[in-house]
């Protein structure tokens, strides 16, 4: 059975203290690996696409990086504006359906 | 990124009476659509995944019958929850596949409350 597991449940971090998100994953085959951000009351907005181990991409303050077992959000010199719900999950070669993490809290206070 | 819109944005119903929901991908057109379930604090849970011109494939535990699901047109979708009760409410969130990429783009979200 697939499955995704994201630590911290929660973060509290300080503007600019810099920090990692895990994403671990299990899956028979990966077609690729997804991070969101969610804000509350809303749906969940599109970061990045990995496919394939060694995989980074990055946007703004945000990095993602991709093994074969698991996945970094890297967030550097975070802003308050940062503070959100991050998810992430996968799909598999062998269906449509995507599997979500629980997603980790970050809060950045000012 | 592709855009995809939700309607209404929020409901308020009595118990017993039909709600429906639309999903729309509104610059592109998707062939397949997802509608998940989201509880306060919790992540997304996928309830049907929904393929233009064909039946909803549904996850076990979904009632069919209760969430009746059309996917009539590659630009829409709609999730109407049937004789809703109180237990009913949450927030529906839908998404559709766009592009080569895989990538899964979602509405804004529904939140359905129930009397």
């Known amino acids: 059975e697939d499955q995704v597991t994201q630590s911290p449940e929660a973060l509290r971090l300080q503007e600019g203290e810099s920090s990692s998100l895990n994403c671990s994953y299990t899956v028979s085959g990966l077609r690729g690996l997804f991070w969101y951000r969610q804000d509350p009351g809303k749906g969940p907005e599109f970061l990045f696409t990995?496919?394939?181990a060694g995989e980074e991409k990055e946007k703004e303050r945000l990095k993602a990086t991709l093994t074969k077992k698991e996945s970094f959000l890297h967030i550097t010199a975070p802003k308050p504006e940062d503070s959100a719900t991050y998810l992430c999950a996968v799909q598999a070669n062998y269906g449509q359906n995507f599997v979500f993490g629980p997603g980790t809290r970050l809060s950045v206070l000012p | 990124g592709a855009v995809v819109s939700q309607h209404p944005s929020w409901v308020i119903c009595k118990s017993g009476t039909s709600v429906k929901i639309e999903c729309r991908s509104l610059?592109?057109?998707?062939?397949?659509m997802f509608w998940y379930r989201q509880f306060p604090k919790q992540s997304l849970m996928l309830m049907a995944t929904?393929?233009?011109?064909?039946?909803?494939?549904?996850e076990q535990g979904v009632e069919k019958d209760k969430f009746l699901i059309n996917h009539a047109s590659l630009t829409l979708s709609t999730l109407t929850v049937t004789s809703a009760h109180p237990e009913d409410s949450s927030f529906y969130i839908c998404?559709?596949?766009?592009?080569?990429?895989?990538?899964?783009?979602f509405g804004p979200g529904t939140r359905l409350t129930v009397l």
């Open positions: 929904s393929n233009e011109g064909s039946k909803a494939t549904y």
């Open positions: 610059d592109f057109q998707a062939t397949t």
């Open positions: 990995l496919y394939s």
């Open positions: 998404s559709a596949i766009a592009g080569v990429g895989n990538e899964q783009f």
